[in-house]
């Protein structure tokens, strides 16, 4: 979509995966593995597109 719009950056909230604040959920490794794999995905696809560099840091 970013791409549509020509857009240069396109900036995600920190609770954009998870949708509300986590809290006790982040002891819960399933949830926390299932984060990351999302965030990830969804980098990956945006390079594929072209809609971002591929110079993107992530520290997981």
């Known amino acids: 979509m970013a791409g549509e719009h020509n857009a240069s ?3 995600f909230p920190e609770l ?3 949708g509300y604040p986590p809290q006790d959920l ?3 490794r ?3 593995k ?3 794999e999302s965030w990830l995905r969804l980098m990956e696809e ?3 597109k ?3 560099g591929n110079n993107w840091v ?3």
Do not use: H, M, P, S
Request: charge should be positive; glycine fraction near 4%.
């Open 9 to 11: 950056i396109v900036a």
């Open 26 to 28: 982040l002891y819960d």
């Open 46 to 48: 945006n390079v594929k």
């Open 50 to 52: 072209g809609n971002c």
């Open 16 to 18: 954009a995966v998870t």
């Open 58 to 60: 992530l520290r997981l």
């Open 34 to 36: 299932t984060n990351k």
């Open 30 to 32: 399933e949830f926390v």
